[in-house]
């Protein structure tokens, strides 16, 4: 067998579809064997501008059980994680793709997506190939970026009229065609329903062993309170319409630590300075180590998406590094992540997306306490889910009965 695997994000970059597609990558070639080969298709990292980390271009190891895996790392142009920068990245990926693939013959082809542009490269390529097609679809971006632009530019703006039915000619023909579709949140199940031919399942985001073994803290003892965000900041987390308000009503017993970069960023500096706040500090991305350690200190760690009705159906990966600490977890969410969050994380506080007075009226009323999720980190760990993904992709979408997940519900075909 010969798998084509194609993710904008891989090892070293730091964002969560890095960490997700490494470790299915790893997990598949621990399953496949002699003679068998994966050629992974990915980028130089890319994430962040402000953290940069050298990787070959080529990379070429044999795992323990024999199978050969292939890395070819495209570099494309810096970006700051905006609109237009993205676009420019993802051609130039696109581009050098194909180059790459094109000549090759595969038995499968593998895509991870966020932005729906990954997904289509796989499908014009296993089109191509007459290839089987799975797709693990992280995020709806059609939708999300058409409500982005209603909200920015206005419902009838030309750019938002142009982008809507091209949009949606590049989905039905990227899920249109695929032999089975992984939904990374079930939230985004009512969304696919028009598209019968794929089989489905449901193989979330998890906690890397990094997080699993964090020593447990004891409750801080400090007057201050830290409230701790760790991520992307974009316009779809919307941290300067509720961190800038919250930090200036909480007062000097809170205080703010955000850790990250993205579009977002400077709208969430000039709020900061607009209000004259001084318990709201900003460092840069930081490697994984060194976010643990932020974790360690921190008294509560934070994640908020913007009202937008797309998120209804978002699983923030921030949640499964959250859930494997001790620590509250402050939560502006709705829809299912919100769901997510009341079944699966106690101690945490739910907030809906931009409400200031619920978030603060929380905070200040709510007893502090520390408590383990040993449930969660049993349920959620990345290497069982990935394990079981595994096995899915090399069944070719076939419905499994796994020796991994006998209690969870994350597999379900078309049909049940």
């Keep these: 067998m010969t798998l084509l695997y194609l993710t904008f994000y891989f090892e070293p970059d730091l964002s969560a579809g890095s960490f997700r597609n490494t470790a299915l990558v790893k997990e598949l070639g621990h399953q496949l064997r002699a003679g068998d080969t994966i050629h992974v298709v990915t980028t130089q990292p890319n994430r962040y501008a402000s953290f940069r980390q050298s990787a070959p271009e080529k990379e070429v190891y044999v795992t323990p059980t024999g199978c050969r895996v292939i890395i070819h790392r495209v570099k494309v142009p810096a970006h700051d994680s905006g609109f237009w920068g993205q676009i420019m990245a993802f051609w130039a990926y696109f581009w050098a793709a194909h180059q790459l693939a094109q000549w090759q013959t595969y038995s499968q082809v593998v895509a991870s997506s966020s932005r729906l542009f990954t997904a289509f490269l796989g499908a014009k390529l296993a089109r191509k190939q007459r290839a089987g097609l799975f ?36 989905e039905r023909y990227t899920f249109g065609y695929a032999t089975h579709i992984n939904l990374v949140s079930e939230g985004f199940q009512p969304y696919f329903t028009r598209y019968r031919r794929a089989t489905y399942s449901y193989f979330t985001n998890g906690i890397d062993d990094e997080f699993m073994s964090q020593p447990i803290t004891l409750p801080q003892t400090a007057p201050v309170k830290v409230l701790l965000y760790a991520g992307n900041i974009g316009d779809g987390q919307g941290l300067h319409t509720i961190i800038p308000a919250a930090a200036s009503e909480l007062g000097d017993d809170f205080r703010f630590v955000v850790i990250g970069a993205g579009s977002g960023l400077e709208k969430l500096k000039r709020s900061i300075e607009r209000k004259g706040l001084t318990n709201v500090t900003c460092y840069p991305p930081v490697s994984r180590n060194e976010l643990i350690a932020y974790y360690q200190r921190a008294d509560y760690l934070f994640v908020h998406l913007n009202d937008l009705h797309a998120f209804r159906r978002v699983l923030p990966s921030k949640l499964f590094e959250y859930g494997a600490t001790n620590k509250p977890i402050v939560a502006g969410v709705a829809g299912y992540a919100a769901q997510f969050v009341t079944e699966y994380l106690p101690n945490s506080i739910l907030f809906a997306p931009g409400d200031v007075t619920s978030l603060v009226t929380q905070l200040r009323e709510t007893p502090y306490l520390t408590t383990p999720r040993p449930a969660f980190k049993q349920l959620f760990g990345r290497r069982i889910i990935m394990q079981a993904m595994a096995s899915c992709i090399l069944s070719k979408g076939n419905p499994i009965h796994t020796q991994w997940l006998p209690e969870l519900k994350f597999y379900k075909s078309a049909w049940s």
């Excluded at 058409?146 to 703006?157: F, T, Y």
């Design 135 to 170: 797709l693990d679809v992280r995020d709806l971006f059609r939708e999300t970026i058409l409500e982005l632009l209603k909200r920015k530019l206005g419902m009838l703006s030309g750019l938002r009229l142009g982008l809507a039915p091209l949009l949606w000619l590049v």
